[in-house]
């Protein structure tokens, strides 16, 4: 079977970082290159986190291209304290010997998938600024993209960053109000399912039983995100909200999907960045993605240790 | 004399073709390039009657750049071609340009002018701020190398045109035009409270057509219905030339009452999404983003605009 060409569009970040590894772990993907986006920490950190990860899975031949520095309309939001000041957590990896690529992240989405029409699969799990951006620039795109798979919003289940609100659409409302109604063929990971999916002490430790630079990584940024969770949320463990969005792209079975109208408010009340589906659709409009609404937690969580373990044991 | 380089960013339209006119006609100004948007007609639209009216005016050799197609995130008015024609330029029928635009975004183009000529250049934008918004996200460099922004649009103490309180440019994409006033790139802003006191009279029109020109006759034919639209609407007899006035600001800056204010557009989706208000009581305590013009001797700019039109059919620049 051809492997999907995956563009990640993402602001590492923790979870993005797994998601990062994740696609590197798996024969069923191949990660074609990297745009970054300011979101979990600073635009030129998510860019060197981004190289500092590929080169510490030995796969710094991956392009990366810094995008946006900050959101479209709104004021900028970092979020230091769910992913510590460098965005990786307790981890303490090298300086990146690699530089990023000339140009645009915006201007690598569009350059990719308008070559190479009907082929890309974009994953997209910080926020939408930099898909909306060369939406905007160059509209086909929306036709030429094979699909885009976004970690972003929450639906029935509440907020992470305000009451009602999930970060990446929080950070950048607008940019994800531009992707929802550009006719992409998208598929969303919000809050609803990622939430039940929880990385645990446990997980952790069978992962560390492999001596390993990719297990000792996982262990010093998940650490970080486990207090994180415990101090705020008080869960056990972290959701990875992220690499559950990458593994929908060639497991499907791991959620169970709704075809819903979804939007976002953008306007500028208490429900800012807000993502609601007209579930019983009032308004008439057609519906614009698929969302994942239920899911198989241990699916997807075997499938991370595995791939990680292998990861794990191929860098040992 | 040092004469100022210019781009105009415009979405023509009557008022822009005549601000280019304008802009050819004036010693003072070397005008480098047109970047094109969308706003009173389609950006495909704008770029030809762009491209049509450089021709016209022996200008032909002007780089244009076309632009965005659909504002930042509202969907676009559909009522742009009741006032300024089907065409654009009303019932002028320039001929088809056998020019084309150049093969880069009006937003590339605009970084890497800019970018190259750091504190050189001035952009008079004239439609939607959707290209200079996305430039200045796209280049985060790009605010603090832009020389100075003189913008049409919004309407202060004025009524709006297209709400009871929003101006066209501004409501046509106010999210764009809030991430421009608050880049911290200096603005002079030329909004309606001004604009509307330039009105040309079908007199004027007459006066310039005493030279027997293509250029006259153009202004003739574009500005016919725009006139007449006025008339119907709005009813008074004569047409403003809102984004003609941006250029007193380099060719008689005096006519112009300019006061430093912080002005901001409300883009919170309720009935004054797009209405663009001073900070007058400075109950904000924010600094003052940009020189709002509240006042023009209007007839003046008006005769001044006829001279150089008349200039510029004469042959003379």
Known sequence: MNPKHIILDTDPGIDDSLAMLLALASPEVQLVGISTVHGNVSGEQVTKNALAILELAGASHIPVYKGCDVPLVKEPLISPETHGNTGLGYAQLPEPTAQPQAGHGSDYLIEQIMSRPGEITLVAIGPLTNLALAYRKEPRIAQNVKEVFIMGGAIQHPGNTTALAEFNTYVDPHAAHIVFHSGMPILLTPLDVTYSCIFTPDDLKRLQRIDSPITKYIADSTRFYMEFHDEYQSIAGCVINDPMTLALTFMPEICDYQTLVVDVDISTGVGLGNTFADFYNYEKKPANMQVAMSVRPRLFMELFLERMEKLAHSLS | ?317
Request: glycine share 8%; with cysteine; net charge negative.
């Open chain 2, 1 to 317: 004399m040092s004469t100022k380089r210019i781009i105009i960013d415009t979405d023509p339209g009557v008022d822009d073709a005549l601000t280019f006119l304008l802009a050819l006609a004036s010693p003072e100004i070397q005008l480098e390039a047109l970047t094109t948007v969308q706003g009173n007609v389609s950006v495909e639209k704008a770029t030809r009657n762009a491209l049509s009216v450089l021709k016209l005016a022996g200008a032909g050799h002007i780089p244009v750049a076309q632009g965005c197609s659909h504002p930042l995130i509202k969907e676009p008015h559909k009522s742009g071609e009741a006032v300024h024609g089907s065409s654009g330029i009303g019932r002028s029928n320039l001929a088809s340009p056998k020019s084309a635009p150049m093969n880069l975004h009006a937003i590339d183009y605009l970084i890497e002018r800019v970018l190259a000529e750091r504190g050189e250049l001035s952009i008079f934008p004239i439609g939607p701020l959707t290209n200079i918004a996305l430039a200045i996200r796209k280049e985060p460099r790009f605010a603090k190398a832009v020389k100075e922004l003189v913008i049409m649009g919004g309407a202060i103490r004025s009524g709006g045109n297209v709400t009871p309180l929003a101006e066209f440019n501004i409501h046509e994409d106010p999210h764009a035009a809030h991430v421009v006033f608050n880049s911290g790139i200096p603005i002079t802003l030329i909004p309606l409270d001004v604009t509307y006191k330039c009105l040309l009279t079908a007199e004027d029109v007459e006066r310039l057509n005493r030279i027997d020109s293509p250029i006259a006759r153009f202004v003739r034919d574009a500005t016919a219905d725009y006139m007449a639209f006025y008339k119907q609407y709005e009813g008074f007899d004569g047409c403003a030339l809102h984004d003609p006035l941006t250029l007193a600001a380099i060719l008689a800056p005096e006519l112009l009452t300019l006061e430093e204010q912080h002005v901001d557009v409300d883009i919170s989706g309720g009935v004054s999404t797009g209405k663009t208000y001073a900070d007058f009581m400075k109950v904000t305590k924010k600094p003052a983003n940009m020189k709002v013009a509240l006042d023009v001797k209007g007839r003046e700019f008006v005769e001044l605009f006829i001279e150089r039109m008349e200039r510029l059919c004469a042959g003379v620049k």
